[in-house]
T-cell receptor, first 113, second 114 residues
Framework: AQSVTQLDSQVPVFEEAPVELRCNYS??????LFWYVQYPNQGLQLLLK??????LVKGINGFEAEFNKSQTSFHLRKPSVHISDTAEYFC???????????FGIGTKLQVIP | EPEVTQTPSHQVTQMGQEVILRCVPI?????FYWYRQILGQKVEFLVS????????KSEIFDDQFSVERPDGSNFTLKIRSTKLEDSAMYFC????????????FGPGTRLTVT
């Protein structure tokens, strides 16, 4: 079975500073990886996904993530955050096919003015 | 852009009552899912549905839960006799086909059981 670990439950960062949200996964087979964002009182929005190909994937709102198979990581980065990036970010994994998505516990990003 | 919709946005019910949460997946999608998120906890998979039958369910999805696609557009989750611990945000998701793995999530229904 697959699992996802998000190492930081909360990450405070000053506006315009860079940020990295960490995600590690565990699976005995190939996986497909996602980052979702949840703004307060809203649903889950897909930020980016890794299915295959280039290990650096770019998403919406200036976010990017790098798939590292040897370290089983899929960390999310943004070079300069804005107040509007304050939200909860979920790393997620699926085995493909019709399989379910397994989510990490989430990281709350708090951007400080 | 097409999106998954869910109704109601917030449902309050008394313990022991039946509730039906409704979802309208994106129209050409073939795979449907329900997830829940208890306050402060991770999003958990409940059930997946394809070709008018359940394809996978979690241990949370016991006999109190059922899903149905009563017509060509709606996808419902029924909780037969709600418990306090069923209070959560319930998300519906849909996916277009087997090869594209992205699931599109609805905005959620917040269920409060009193």
């Amino acid at each position: 079975a697959q699992s996802v670990t998000q190492l930081d439950s909360q990450v405070p960062v000053f506006e315009e500073a860079p940020v990295e949200l960490r995600c590690n996964y565990s699976s005995s087979v190939s996986v497909y990886l996602f980052w979702y964002v949840q703004y307060p009182n809203q649903g889950l929005q897909l930020l980016l996904k890794y299915l295959s190909g280039s290990t650096l994937v770019k998403g919406i709102n200036g976010f990017e993530a790098e798939f590292n198979k040897s370290q089983t990581s899929f960390h999310l980065r943004k070079p300069s955050v804005h107040i509007s990036d304050t939200a909860e970010y979920f790393c997620a994994v699926t085995l493909g096919g019709y399989q379910k998505v397994t989510f990490g516990i989430g990281t709350k990003l708090q951007v400080i003015p | 852009e097409p999106e998954v919709t869910q109704t109601p946005s917030h449902q309050v019910t008394q313990m022991g009552q039946e509730v039906i949460l409704r979802c309208v997946p994106i129209s050409n999608h073939l795979y449907f899912y329900w997830y829940r998120q208890i306050l402060g906890q991770k999003v958990e998979f409940l059930v997946s549905f394809y070709n008018n039958e359940i394809s996978e369910k979690s241990e949370i999805f016991d006999d109190q839960f059922s899903v149905e696609r009563p017509d060509g557009s709606n996808f419902t989750l029924k909780i037969r006799s709600t418990k306090l611990e069923d209070s959560a945000m319930y998300f519906c998701a849909s996916r277009i086909d087997r090869e594209l793995y992205e699931q599109y999530f609805g905005p959620g229904t917040r269920l409060t059981v009193t």
